[in-house]
């Protein structure tokens, strides 16, 4: 499976979701959202990271700053996903961020989606061991000469 294909799966959802109301009438969508949407995005960035090192873009980071490294842009990502909640409230009237409380929760399920994924991929699951690019399904990059 690509790396890519869940978040945008997630985005399609998420779509739907606004479209037919869902988010108001199922109680803890959003928050499961939330969730899945750090983990997805974990899987994004675990997916390009084993990438940039497969073709010798960087060197190998390791387990811990592989972790890190996931766990920070997860993060960075729930912010900028928070930012677009409130644009779209402010300028188009939708109903995304109900309360302060309700930002902070949906901040911490997104970097706790980022941290389970990297604590399950890069410690508990048994690839693991074989570093960062054996995750890799990329294509080698092209040398043209």
Do not use: N
């Not at 899987?43 to 090192?53: E, F, I, N, S």
């Not at 060197?59 to 909640?85: K, R």
């Not at 941290?115 to 080698?140: D, N, Q």
Request: net charge neutral; aromatic share 10%; proline share 3%.
């Amino acid at each position: 499976m690509k790396y890519y294909y869940p978040i945008v799966g997630l985005l399609v959802l998420h779509g739907v979701f606004q479209a037919l109301d869902t988010y108001s009438s199922v109680r803890h969508l959003d928050s499961g959202m939330h969730l899945a949407g750090g983990i997805a995005l974990g899987m994004v960035v675990l997916g390009m990271l084993a990438c940039t090192v497969s073709r010798g873009w960087c060197p190998d980071p390791g387990q811990h700053l592989a972790m890190v490294l996931v766990v920070s842009l997860v993060t960075t990502g729930a912010v900028c996903w928070e930012f677009y909640e409130w644009i779209s409230d402010a300028f188009f009237g939708t109903r995304l961020q109900l309360t302060v409380a309700d930002t902070v929760k949906d901040l911490l399920l997104g970097m706790l989606g980022g941290v389970l994924y990297a604590v399950f991929s890069l410690v508990i699951h048994p690839a693991a061991k074989h570093g960062i690019a054996s995750r890799s399904e990329c294509k080698p990059a092209r040398h043209e000469g």
